[in-house]
């Protein structure tokens, strides 16, 4: 009598090649969009860095010529224009990334979860041009006069245009990253890791994070302009409360039986 032919290897792992490989393909997808969204903002990197340039309008120093806005090496200008088409364009991709961010997801959730893929995106992308669009509106206008004047009459302040828009895109990805948290703490709680009643718990936790984070982000010694970034975030948590139970797991006896898992 033969024995038995064991399993393939092969036929084991073929699941985990599947993933594997629809993963690869999602991954070529968004850096194709990615691509697309650089090469888009590459064409408006003029306006692009009048625009990051716009925040010094509020200083008095700049708008009467005191201040210097320079390039100090032959490929600075090139680079610079490479560094702030890829945030933009990040910005520009980031709905269709997290198109394919969900598309990959989505088979190893429930039915009823699946509705909400558009409200996802959509909400994802909107939080980030939201937080973007405050630091640059309400935070920037004061903290960057307030910089550049710090010591007026003193120096004649030369900004290195490099250095300034890579501060101004930092602190605008970080605000538009900050948005994010109530988008965050929906996923964190389908899945499992966190839960309302953790996150009501630990809010002075999150208050002394907020406000350190808020000390580190605005660094100036006014607490007006640590106060207009230290509120909103905190209203984000709370708003990632309420959105925590909102969307909370349903107890064990009640869930439905996924479609396809991963």
Do not use: C
């Not at 640590?226 to 797991?249: D, N």
């Amino acid at each position: 009598m033969s024995r038995p032919t064991a399993p393939s290897t092969d036929l084991k792992s073929a699941p985990l090649f599947d993933h594997l490989d629809e993963l690869r393909k999602r991954l070529v997808i968004s850096v194709i969009f990615l691509v697309i969204g650089m090469s888009v903002a590459f064409v408006y990197r003029i306006q692009l860095i009048d625009w990051v340039k716009g925040p010094l309008q509020y200083s008095e120093l700049y708008t009467a010529g005191k201040v210097q806005v320079v390039t100090y090496t032959l490929t600075e200008p090139l680079l610079l224009s490479l560094n702030l088409s890829l945030w933009a364009g990040l910005g520009l991709a980031l709905p269709f990334i997290l198109g394919q961010v969900w598309g990959f997801i989505s088979p190893g959730l429930y039915a009823s979860e699946r509705r909400w893929a558009i409200p996802f995106i959509v909400g994802a992308g909107l939080s980030f041009l939201g937080g973007a669009v405050f630091g640059y509106k309400l935070v920037l206008p004061t903290m960057v006069p307030f910089l550049v004047e710090f010591l007026a009459g003193a120096v004649t302040p030369i900004l290195g245009l490099g250095q300034y828009i890579g501060t101004v895109t930092t602190f605008l990805v970080a605000f538009g990253l900050a948005f994010e948290m109530p988008i965050l703490s929906i996923i964190l709680t389908r899945i499992g890791i966190v839960n309302h009643v953790m996150l009501r718990k630990g809010w002075r936790i999150a208050l002394v994070a907020i406000m350190v984070a808020a000390a580190v982000i605005t660094p100036t010694p006014d607490p007006t302009n640590m106060m207009l970034v230290a509120v909103p975030l905190y209203v984000l948590y709370e708003l990632s409360v309420l959105l925590s139970r909102a969307f909370r797991l349903p107890p064990p006896e009640t869930e439905e039986t996924p479609a396809m898992g991963l």
